[in-house]
Nanobody, 129 residues
Framework: QLQLVESGGGSATPGGSLRLSCTTI????????VGWFRQAPGKEREGVSC??????????QYLRSVKGRFTISRDDAKNTVYLQMNALQVADTGVYYC????????????????????WGQGTQVIVSS
C-alpha cells in the first residue's frame, strides 16, 4: 500500500529554518510530480510548492508568500523530496503535507490540491517567538 511520509517538522522562531522531507513506503516518487501543501487551523489547505520529474525536474512553483524563502528539491536516488524553509514567519505555522500527482508535471496551476491523488499524514510546523 502506497504511503507518503513527511518528517522534519517542529518548532522554530521567526527567522529560523526547517527542512521537511517526503518519502514513500511501498512505492516510488519517480515519474511523479510532488507537491507540498499546508493547512493552518481554521483555514483551507493551500499549495506551497511543487516540483516536476524527469524532463520537468526544473519546473517548480511556489506560493507567492514563500517565494525567495522556501526551496523545493528532490533526490531521486533517495526517493525523497525536500522543502527547505528559511526566514520562517509566524504565518508559516500549520500542518505540512506532501502529495504525489499522477503526472510528472509541476506547471502553472499545479499548486491545486485537486491535482494530487496520494497524500501523507502531515508534519506540524510551529513558528512562534
Amino acid at each position: 500500500q502506497l504511503q507518503l511520509v513527511e518528517s522534519g517538522g517542529g518548532s522554530a522562531t521567526p527567522g529560523g529554518s526547517l527542512r521537511l522531507s517526503c518519502t514513500t513506503i511501498g512505492s516510488t516518487l519517480h515519474y511523479h510530480g510532488v507537491g507540498w501543501f499546508r493547512q493552518a487551523p481554521g483555514k483551507e489547505r493551500e499549495g506551497v510548492s511543487c516540483i516536476g520529474y524527469g524532463n520537468t525536474i526544473n519546473d517548480t512553483q511556489y506560493l507567492r508568500s514563500v517565494k525567495g524563502r522556501f526551496t523545493i528539491s528532490r533526490d531521486d536516488a533517495k526517493n525523497t523530496v525536500y522543502l527547505q524553509m528559511n526566514a520562517l514567519q509566524v504565518a508559516d505555522t500549520g500542518v505540512y503535507y506532501c502529495a504525489r500527482n499522477p503526472e510528472n508535471a509541476c506547471g502553472a496551476g499545479y499548486l491545486s490540491p485537486r491535482l494530487y491523488d496520494t497524500w501523507g499524514q502531515g508534519t506540524q510546523v510551529i513558528v512562534s517567538s
